[in-house]
């Protein structure tokens, strides 16, 4: 079985098998519902509970009201493991997923498609992105979009289901320029603005041009991203493996920052 | 003067002890590089001694950012000579020690304590341009921390560098996540 922490039982979803009111972290019947011996299986999205303490009953209307303009389908897809912070995540999703019939669900483990492995990188879990018939969206999260964060995950599934906010033609043209095959990594904190306006600047950048991807990374989760790059504030903006950015950037700055590398 | 941010020194002139030699400074000396202006009641108390030995431990770490340290009370700066000769600790300071009796400096930064004739504890960092980004006042008998100036003026630095777009990173592995909310404005 994998490693944890503890359970909090005031809090739905937060025992390995989130059923509602169930909470023996050692039923053996609860741990078979996301592992078996020896093997690991998808999470169980009929076995979660439908709703996140992250969600609240306002919340919730705002995001239906939002998600009212997806024109189509959307799979949010998230590689998990055995933590609490992809149980947390994973009940977000089904209760986030749940505030529109073009949102469905998807669980799988590292290891298992190849593809999902490539387009999220499955080095900081739990990754979540989202896939349409056109494949993967180069949008992706790594940890749960709390705090100033939600708003770009929203961003992001908006613009995978058709919906974006125009941009004038400067700001275009100068996205167009991007040609060469880009990552880029934004190591965030949830109650960081600069942070969320940079990610939506970069996811932006990467709704308009294929070949630009954004991985958004709660650094708070990742110790070892954090100590790599010696992160003492956010954002940071990395790209190539290094430092390039640590303040707010605009989308006219992240491009120049793109080309003249 | 509401608050002393972007506070730039007017014209002042005092004497200085520094490890054995003396010599005058003006605010023209303040420009060019950071500098920190920290105040203290008098010499020979008990307090300042420790908070003094405590800058002149990292007085290195300052000077590896490019900033000037001065000490200042309204001792004339033969009592500083004096105070160096007579504690070994204090005579380690390699840092300017400002004589500041007419209380110019005091006042214009608004720490003298008009009574005693005695600087409260004022902690003035100023960037290249002489304007002050941070600073703290204590009442006399709250010590400072010069390990916690450090990281203060490191982040001043940044700023000053980088622009004030964006925000400390205080790591708290374990803690909730914070709800979230959602900005509508500008969304669409």
């Known amino acids: ?216 990374i709660d650094a708070n989760l990742y110790p070892s991203l954090v100590e790599r790059y010696k992160i003492e504030r956010v954002p940071i903006v990395l790209m190539d493996g290094r430092i390039v950015g640590q303040t707010e950037m605009t989308i006219p700055e992240l491009c120049k920052m793109i080309i003249k590398r | 003067m509401d608050n002393y941010i972007h506070f730039r020194p007017g014209p002042f002139k005092v004497s200085y002890y520094r490890h054995g030699d003396s010599g005058e400074m003006t605010e023209k000396d303040l420009m060019g590089h950071w500098s920190i202006l920290f105040f203290y009641p008098a010499d020979f108390t008990f307090v300042c001694p420790t908070e003094l030995e405590d800058m002149a431990d990292h007085y290195s770490e300052f000077k590896d950012e490019g900033c000037e340290v001065y000490s200042v009370s309204e001792d004339s700066y033969y009592v500083h000579k004096a105070w160096a000769d007579a504690s070994e600790k204090i005579g380690r300071i390699g840092f300017p020690m400002l004589g500041d009796p007419a209380g110019v400096l005091a006042r214009q930064f608004g720490v003298l304590d008009e009574n005693e004739g005695q600087a409260f504890r004022g902690t003035f960092v100023l960037n290249p341009d002489s304007e002050v980004v941070l600073y703290e006042i204590n009442d006399m008998g709250i010590g400072r921390n010069a390990q916690e100036l450090v990281r203060l003026l490191r982040a001043a630095k940044f700023v000053g560098e980088h622009g004030d777009q964006v925000c400390p990173a205080k790591w708290e592995p374990g803690a909730d996540t914070i709800s979230p909310s959602l900005d509508l404005v500008g969304m669409l």
């Open chain 1, 1 to 216: 079985m994998g490693a944890g922490s503890g359970y909090d039982k005031s809090k739905p979803g937060s025992c390995r098998n989130a059923l509602n009111g169930h909470l023996d972290r050692d039923c053996r019947n609860c741990s078979r519902v996301l592992f078996t011996e020896g093997e690991k299986m998808a999470v169980s999205v009929e076995m979660l509970a439908d709703k996140s303490p992250l969600i609240s009953e306002e919340l919730e209307d705002q995001i239906s009201g939002i998600f009212a303009q997806l024109k189509k389908q959307v799979t949010v897809t998230s590689i998990v493991d055995d933590s609490d912070k992809s149980l947390e995540m994973a009940v977000f999703l089904k209760h986030l997923t749940g505030l529109s019939d073009k949102l469905t669900l998807r669980f799988i483990d590292k290891g298992t498609e190849k593809e999902a492995d490539e387009a999220l990188d499955s080095m900081y879990l739990p990754s979540t992105g989202f896939h349409t018939e056109s494949g993967y969206a180069h949008t992706v999260f790594h940890g749960v979009p709390g705090g100033h964060e939600l708003t770009g995950f929203v961003q992001a599934a908006l613009a995978a289901g058709g919906t974006v906010k125009p941009l004038d033609e400067p700001t275009m043209r100068e996205i167009s320029k991007i040609k060469e095959k880009t990552v880029i990594q934004i190591a965030v904190s949830l109650g960081c603005h600069h942070c969320a306006q940079t990610v939506m600047n970069a996811q932006r950048i990467a709704e308009e041009n294929e070949s630009v991807t954004v991985h958004t």
